[in-house]
């Protein structure tokens, strides 16, 4: 596989989408609700994820597609190779904020992660990476990340995870939130990655993250050291939604091993 | 008193402030501690203080700045014309991120909000508003907030807030968080004014700011239509810390006659 010219390829398609979505603002976004009234779809969700899934099809007709918008394939093994797609990435901040969203795209050749991008379209700040080969955020490469106590940590984690909620214990959590220095929610999983990989928030947490959400992010923290894994310590399954953690190394340990407990 | 005047002078002043920021950042920022390990400090922050109390007390000799940093003139009583400045707000930010902070700027006459800038330095967005004059992101005015019900508001509030704490009872802003479409934290009152001048945020609460976090930004979000008390729903006493929220009307009611609870 020439995993080089799929990198060009993949930074073209995402200029390209977000070009798009900038563009679309002019007309008015149609907001609709999917399952409940907090999952807010639009228009130019679904109409960024068919953009990618026809080029996609048209230009790699044996590759699979995996998308938020359900426009892709239904993926039930990792065999192959896997494009796993949120066209828009904080759907919320783009209806409210009409900003802080991004465009997360992973490219996964028999379950491993080859490609990871998270293009922030409004402040136009693109973060890529290629397996083994470093993560850059523009042209500028990310440098590798130190390990920092918890005391100095900086940690991405929705006050909604600090409430009671059937994922975990919250009381550890609210240990956690009084242990470190601080906490930032952001409301985008993507955006909350590219932060992590630029250094800029030590650990990200969620407890309820669908593949799409975390597929590009987990490619370019992972090559600047950080630890991905579900809230088990186990290796994220890029099939199925779940709890997700990202973390400097030792950072991941500490969180793991003392401040989270999973009620499943 | 020509505010008009003032206010060009206050735009130059803190456009020029915003530059000796970004090339400070070409050497090493020095961190110090105040109180504690989470009140961060540094160079920069002293020396931008400086800089503006040099020259408002070389022009307006006879005004009076309150400054984080406490340079400034010790004031007990709202007489006269008092700028009320935070040269780095998000000091936090400034040193994990290198991002989202703010120059945060009110000037008050008799107590009464006259002029509020709020500079995301490194954005490069800047909210100016003129009692009475509306707000402004750069040179497009901010539209009027309308009102918006909880179910549809997103809420800035830090996770700590949601965590046993000495200021609320932590019970009903759990069912705060559980009640809205979803709560953001920024790490800077500034910048999440900002975002409520802007319509980004629906409304933004915190149980113990200062004066100097929220002087500037009281003033834009008024501008807009946003009501800005403490959490005992009294107005905010620009003289001593405490607790504040600024929020869209209605949900003003709304979030201080359900969802707060202090104790002392």
């Known amino acids: 596989m020439d ?3 799929i990198d060009r390829y993949s930074k073209s398609l995402i200029k390209e989408a977000g070009h798009r979505i900038r563009v679309s603002f002019a007309r008015e976004i149609h907001i609709d609700t999917k399952d409940d009234a907090n999952d807010l779809v639009t228009d130019i969700d679904r109409d960024i994820e068919q953009f990618f899934i026809s080029r996609i099809r048209r230009d790699f007709p044996d590759h699979r597609i ?16 896997i494009w796993i ?5 904080g759907t919320m901040n783009f209806v409210h904020q009409k900003r802080n969203f991004a465009i997360s795209l992973g490219v996964y050749a028999d379950g491993i992660g080859m490609l990871g991008y998270i293009y922030d379209v409004m402040a ?42 059937r994922y975990v214990d919250h009381e550890p959590v609210i ?23 630029a ?19 987990s490619v370019i923290v992972g090559e600047v050291g950080a630890v991905t894994t579900d809230l088990r310590g186990e290796e994220h399954d890029m099939l199925t939604k779940g709890t997700f ?17 999973l009620k499943e």
Chains 1, 2 share one sequence.
């Not at 797609?85 to 990435?89: A, G, M, S, V």
Request: net charge negative.
């Open 85 to 89: 797609l949120d066209p828009i990435d």
């Open 245 to 261: 953690i990202a973390a400097r190394p030792g950072l991941h340990e500490t969180i793991l091993g003392d401040y989270v407990r």
């Open 3 to 5: 995993w080089g010219m």
């Open 199 to 217: 250094g800029r928030l030590d650990a990200y947490l969620s407890m309820r993250l669908a593949p799409w959400d975390i597929a590009g992010g």
């Open 66 to 81: 995996l998308g938020e918008e359900g426009f892709g394939d239904k993926v039930e093994t990792n065999d192959g190779v």
């Open 124 to 165: 136009d700040d693109f973060y890529h990476a290629v397996r083994g080969g470093g993560a850059y955020r523009n042209d500028e490469r990310l440098p590798q990340l130190e390990p920092t106590p918890l005391a100095e940590a900086v940690i991405g984690v929705n006050a909604s995870w600090v409430c009671p909620n």
């Open 175 to 197: 240990r956690l939130v009084q242990d470190c220095r601080g906490t930032r929610s952001y409301g985008s999983a993507a955006i909350e990655l590219a932060h992590v990989a």
